[in-house]
């Protein structure tokens, strides 16, 4: 049964820092840069919800169900975006990551696919999980793609499977990656990032 403790991942660029409230003004100031939480489809809070949200994913992580960390931009310092492990089903060694957002500036770059490394190196190679999950939202085109672009498998969808920030119901489209597939996910992803020079 996997255990969720708390802990930096760093490689490829950027470190992975457990969240903390702490990080409430900076992740404040990120989520603030291009105002994506206009975006009805993402999980990036209003710059004057963060610390609620920060609360909310602590609670997650102390109830047992969620592992969140700030994502922080090794070469300027800066804090620059979110992600977690959510939905975690100890039992079933089965984490998804999700919750993943970033400043605009950041978006297709190195930094989403060096997180994504290094939560699935962790996800498989320390806590042993058996599959890594991830969904996005119906309407999350870019998303969608992007996930697809990591090496995950579409599992399938689930119709007014849950409900969106302004209360409109969402598709959930669901991926996934089995332990078996996480060496050719691996090397993928590595050969991803030595083309962006990392």
């Avoid at 609620?52 to 931009?73: F, I």
């Avoid at 990591?150 to 119709?159: C, N, T």
Wanted: charged share 25%; net charge negative.
């Amino acid at each position: 049964m996997i255990m969720l403790e708390p802990r930096a991942l760093e490689g490829y660029g950027v470190r992975l820092e457990p969240m903390s409230h702490d990080h409430v003004d900076a992740l404040a100031a990120a989520a603030a840069d291009g105002e994506q939480w206009r975006l009805f489809f993402t999980f990036v809070p209003r710059p004057d919800e963060v610390s609620a949200y920060v609360d909310h994913a602590l609670e997650g992580h102390a109830a047992g169900h969620m592992l969140p960390w700030v994502v922080r931009e090794l070469e300027s310092g800066e804090l620059v975006g979110s992600s977690r492990y959510h939905d975690v089903v100890a039992a079933a060694d089965r984490v998804e990551i999700g919750y993943t957002w970033y400043r605009p500036r950041c978006q297709r770059t190195h930094v989403n696919t060096a997180c994504k490394l290094l939560l699935l190196e962790y996800a498989f190679d320390v806590l042993g999980c058996g599959v890594v999950g991830l969904r996005t939202d119906g309407l999350n085109f870019r998303s969608q793609r992007a996930i697809e672009g990591i090496g995950a498998k579409r599992d399938g969808v689930l119709r007014n499977h849950s409900v969106r920030r302004d209360g409109s119901v969402r598709d959930d489209v669901m991926y996934s990656i089995l332990a078996h597939e996480w060496p050719g996910v691996r090397k993928h992803l590595e050969t991803r990032l030595w083309r962006h020079g990392r």
